[in-house]
C-alpha cells in the first residue's frame, strides 16, 4: 500500500512537470505555424470563386464570434487534461492536418465575399472582424484548420468523460465559423474529414515517430 501510494505520488509529480512543460513547447509551435500560414499567405492567389444562393441564405451574426474564439479556450482545456501520450498523438495529428490543409489552400485557391466590416454597428465587433480579415483573407480557407483541429481533439478524447459536451461544442464551434463568415459549407466538411483522416493515420502509426511493434489505435483506445 506504502509503494503504491509512493507511485501515485511520483506519477502526480511527473504528469504535473508535463502539463508546463506543454504549455512551453506551445508558444513555438504556434510561432512556427503563424509563419508557414504567412508563406502560405503569400504563395497563394485565389482563382476559384464561391457564390450561391447556400451560403448567401446563411446569416451574418457577429455576436457568434465568441463562441469561434472559444476553439482557443478548448484546445487549452484539452493539453491540460490529457495524458502525455494522446496529447503527442494530438501534436502529431494537428502537424499532419496542418501540412494537408497548407497544400490544398496552395493547390486550390478558394475564395468568397464576406461581409464588410465597416457596415457593423457595434464598433467592438467592427474592429475584431477588420483585424480577422486582414489577419486571414478569405483566400485562406478550404479546409477549415479551426474546424480539423477542434475535431482532432473530439476525436482523440472520444473514450474519455465528457464526450457528449466536447461534440456539442465541436458542432457550436463548426457553425460559428459559417455565421461569422470565416469559412463556407465545404471548408467545414473538409475540416472535419481532414480531422478524422490525420486522427486515423496517427492511431495506425503512418505518420511521425512509428511506436514499436504492433499496438495501434493507441491514440484513440486508451481510457
Given at each position: 500500500m506504502v509503494?503504491?501510494?509512493?507511485?501515485?505520488?511520483?506519477?502526480d509529480?511527473?504528469?504535473?512537470?508535463?502539463?508546463?512543460?506543454?504549455?512551453l513547447?506551445?508558444?513555438?509551435?504556434?510561432?512556427v505555424?503563424?509563419?508557414i500560414?504567412?508563406?502560405?499567405q503569400?504563395?497563394?492567389?485565389?482563382?476559384l470563386?464561391v457564390?450561391?444562393?447556400?451560403?448567401r441564405?446563411?446569416?451574418?451574426?457577429?455576436?457568434?464570434?465568441?463562441?469561434?474564439?472559444?476553439?482557443?479556450?478548448f484546445?487549452a482545456?484539452?493539453?491540460i487534461?490529457?495524458?502525455?501520450?494522446l496529447?503527442?498523438?494530438f501534436?502529431?495529428s494537428?502537424?499532419?492536418?496542418?501540412i494537408?490543409?497548407?497544400?490544398?489552400?496552395?493547390?486550390i485557391?478558394?475564395?468568397?465575399?464576406?461581409?464588410d466590416p465597416?457596415?457593423i454597428?457595434?464598433?467592438?465587433?467592427?474592429?475584431?472582424?477588420?483585424?480577422?480579415?486582414e489577419a486571414d483573407?478569405?483566400h485562406?480557407?478550404?479546409?477549415?484548420?479551426?474546424?480539423?483541429v477542434?475535431?482532432i481533439?473530439?476525436?482523440?478524447?472520444?473514450?474519455?468523460?465528457?464526450?457528449?459536451?466536447?461534440?456539442?461544442?465541436g458542432?457550436?464551434?463548426?457553425?460559428s465559423?459559417l455565421f461569422?463568415k470565416?469559412?463556407?459549407?465545404?471548408?467545414?466538411?473538409?475540416?472535419?474529414?481532414?480531422?478524422?483522416?490525420?486522427v486515423w493515420m496517427i492511431?495506425?502509426?503512418?505518420?511521425?515517430?512509428?511506436?514499436?511493434g504492433?499496438?495501434?489505435a493507441?491514440?484513440?483506445?486508451?481510457?
Amino acid at each position: 500500500m506504502v509503494k503504491s501510494t509512493h507511485v501515485g505520488r511520483v506519477q502526480d509529480q511527473t504528469e504535473g512537470k508535463t502539463v508546463w512543460l506543454r504549455f512551453l513547447i506551445a508558444p513555438p509551435f504556434v510561432v512556427v505555424g503563424l509563419w508557414i500560414h504567412e508563406l502560405v499567405q503569400a504563395q497563394s492567389e485565389p482563382w476559384l470563386i464561391v457564390d450561391n444562393a447556400l451560403e448567401r441564405a446563411i446569416p451574418f451574426l457577429p455576436w457568434t464570434i465568441w463562441i469561434y474564439f472559444s476553439f482557443f479556450l478548448f484546445i487549452a482545456a484539452t493539453l491540460i487534461r490529457v495524458d502525455r501520450h494522446l496529447f503527442w498523438c494530438f501534436v502529431r495529428s494537428v502537424i499532419l492536418a496542418s501540412i494537408i490543409g497548407w497544400g490544398c489552400v496552395l493547390l486550390i485557391p478558394v475564395s468568397f465575399d464576406r461581409p464588410d466590416p465597416a457596415l457593423i454597428d457595434h464598433q467592438l465587433y467592427r474592429q475584431i472582424f477588420t483585424f480577422l480579415h486582414e489577419a486571414d483573407p478569405s483566400h485562406i480557407t478550404f479546409p477549415s484548420l479551426h474546424v480539423a483541429v477542434t475535431w482532432i481533439c473530439c476525436l482523440l478524447l472520444k473514450n474519455q468523460p465528457g464526450r457528449g459536451r466536447r461534440i456539442a461544442l465541436g458542432i457550436a464551434i463548426s457553425l460559428s465559423t459559417l455565421f461569422t463568415k470565416k469559412h463556407l459549407i465545404s471548408d467545414v466538411i473538409g475540416g472535419i474529414g481532414l480531422a478524422w483522416f490525420s486522427v486515423w493515420m496517427i492511431e495506425n502509426n503512418y505518420f511521425l515517430f512509428r511506436r514499436r511493434g504492433t499496438q495501434q489505435a493507441a491514440c484513440v483506445n486508451e481510457e
